[in-house]
């Protein structure tokens, strides 16, 4: 097709004002500022701060790098209560990266355009509320809070702030999730009433310890945040937070975030709650670590279909002999 | 004390029921009323046994007892909680932990719909453990459980601790869990008296709890901690 000479709307504008800023603003403008093929301008490239940068906001903190190198995004801040992971972050991150020990001074600057929320559960509603609230975009780290109000308050204020919110539910990004829902969407194996998930159960506090002091690089009460006040216990910080009801709820919700979520994409019932919901579980017989140890749950859905589905998890299997991660899965169908 | 309460309620009907009976059926109320004395020494025999055995149990050497203990401890409910108590503080750290699980398991049980009484026997057991003879710890572990199943009636001792530098914090939203009007005005009432770098939080709760209060914003979003790690430089 033989190209028109004739300036369409967009075209005349840009060439307009181009001319005119040529004219009125003979100045240099750097090239980094400018998009061009492979390359983000400034005015695209998103400034991003990481609350939490120890265990999996560490593996982000990594990832997010790789976008820094293409000049998609820029880091401006990381953040974390310990001062140890802190001085770490720096040095991953990069000169100039600000670092912070609250995260609410990361919510005052005005040049974040978004955050990545990688601290313990108990953090996440808070967190991401108040990044909503400031106007920041957000990356949360699943699971994505510990209890309904939250998660209620959590997508009113991603609605009333008109910000984009994601919940880093990783196991349905995985390109076997993706294939298995094609799978199944495409009636491969007809109507799906029922997914059984399972999963190697929640561990034992083996070691239990004393309560303590805190090390002088942890800021307790800042750990703490939004939980009743209680003292430093070495079995109950980074990593293990998960195996207390109050900060992690254990396997059913720490791994049956990644596992139910595609169960739910699968059975359609994606954007939909369960209608019951029922579940049994071991008690723990030592140790601090109180979430149960073996979970038999059942929650039934209603499909977009209008039909019903049963998702049962089962966070009670023991490992299997040639290694646990094999264990885990979803989507057997009755 | 739920078997109590259980005799107290069958001896209150006799009485009622006696002020329309006839001599002969008099006598037979007053005949009923020894076999129910009997009764109730029996029952508190019952229950301390019940109680010395969840004791027994939640000292116990093995993980496996002690667990089993701490979990069926809900139905011996009021009579176990001061002794329980008297457990969380055991040196051993495992006996301590069961002592407070099980505490706790009371505490939930009689918070289920329909045992009001067994929960204001609870609760009675419970404000008598929120004074000064009792360790902080188990103070503030208590106050949290009133968090949960505390009415009218506790707000008074719960309120008193609003002037405890230790543990003013936990019974502020304590005060602010307990619906009604008496925590509310328990609240407005430790506003007035509280030091200065304390009104802010009982403000914080007088607000989540819809009053309006003048002065002491909400400091939860104004960020103050401080990081000794520098940036590299650029």
Redesign the interface.
């Known amino acids: 097709m033989k190209k028109s000479n004739k300036l369409n709307r967009r075209e005349f504008l840009a060439t307009a004002a181009a001319g005119a800023a040529a004219m009125s603003f003979p100045y240099l403008v750097p090239s980094g500022v400018l998009a061009a093929r492979g390359r983000t301008g400034a005015n695209e490239r998103l400034t991003m701060a990481h609350i939490g940068v120890g265990g999996m906001g560490g593996h982000h903190l990594g990832d997010m790098k790789r976008f820094v190198n293409s000049g998609a995004v820029k880091i401006a801040a990381v953040c974390d209560i310990d001062e140890n992971r802190l001085a770490g972050a720096v040095k991953t991150a990069g000169p100039g990266v600000q670092p912070y020990r609250d995260y609410r001074y990361i919510l005052d600057r005005k040049d974040i355009d978004a955050v990545v929320i990688a601290t313990p559960d108990h953090w996440h509603g808070v967190q991401m509320v108040h990044a909503a609230e400031c106007g920041k975009h957000v990356y949360v780290e699943k699971p994505a809070c510990c209890t309904i109000e939250e998660g209620k308050a959590m997508v009113a204020a991603a609605r009333e702030n008109k910000v984009s919110v994601q919940v880093g539910s990783q196991g349905r990004s995985q390109p076997e999730a993706y294939l298995a829902h094609r799978y199944l969407v495409n009636g491969n194996i007809g109507h799906i009433s029922r997914v059984d998930c399972f999963h190697y159960p929640s561990p034992e506090d083996n070691n239990p310890v004393p309560d303590s002091e805190p090390p002088a690089e942890l800021d307790w009460d800042m750990w703490l945040g939004p939980l009743r006040w209680r003292p430093y216990n070495r079995r109950y910080c980074h990593g293990t937070f998960r195996w207390l009801l109050e900060s992690g709820g254990g396997q059913i919700r720490d791994r049956g975030a990644h596992v139910m979520s595609c169960a739910m994409w699968w059975m359609g019932a994606d954007g939909t709650g369960p209608v019951t919901i029922e579940a049994t579980g071991t008690a723990p017989k030592k140790g601090l670590w109180d979430r149960q140890r073996r979970v038999d749950g059942r929650d039934v859905y209603v499909q977009e279909s209008g039909l019903g589905a049963d998702l049962e998890a089962n966070a009670s299997r023991e490992a299997a002999a040639g290694g646990r991660e094999d264990r885990q899965g979803a989507g057997r169908q009755d | 004390m739920s078997i109590d309460s259980e005799v107290i309620c069958e001896i209150q009907v006799t009485r009622k029921g006696g002020k329309n009976m006839s001599n002969n059926k008099l006598k037979n109320g007053a005949l009923t009323a020894v076999p129910a004395g009997v009764m109730a020494g029996t029952a508190n025999a019952a229950e301390s046994e019940a109680v010395s055995k969840l004791i027994e149990k939640i000292r116990d050497n093995s993980?496996?007892v002690?667990?089993e203990a701490w979990?069926s401890a809900g139905e011996v409910g009021a009579p176990a909680v001061k002794p329980l108590a008297a457990v969380m503080t055991d040196k051993d750290?495992?006996v301590a932990?069961a002592a407070k699980?099980g505490l706790w398991k009371i505490v939930r049980h009689v918070g289920r719909p329909g045992a009001g009484n067994e929960k204001s026997a609870v609760i009675a057991e419970l404000i008598a453990l929120l004074n000064d003879n009792q360790p902080t710890p188990v103070r503030r572990e208590v106050l949290?459980m009133l968090s949960e199943i505390g009415r009218s009636k506790s707000v008074g001792a719960v309120a008193a601790l609003l002037s405890n530098k230790e543990l003013r914090?936990?019974a502020r939203?304590v005060l602010q869990r307990i619906p009604g009007r008496k925590s509310l005005a328990a609240l407005r009432a430790g506003l007035k008296a509280a030091p200065e770098d304390f009104k802010i939080n009982i403000a914080q709760s007088l607000r989540q709890r819809g009053a309006k209060v003048r002065g002491f914003p909400c400091v939860k979003?104004?960020?103050?901690?401080?990081?000794?790690?520098?940036?590299?430089?650029?």
């Open positions: 993980d496996s002690r667990a979990l750290l495992e932990r699980r949290w914090e936990d939203m979003l104004v960020p103050t901690k401080k990081t000794s790690v520098k940036p590299i430089k650029e």
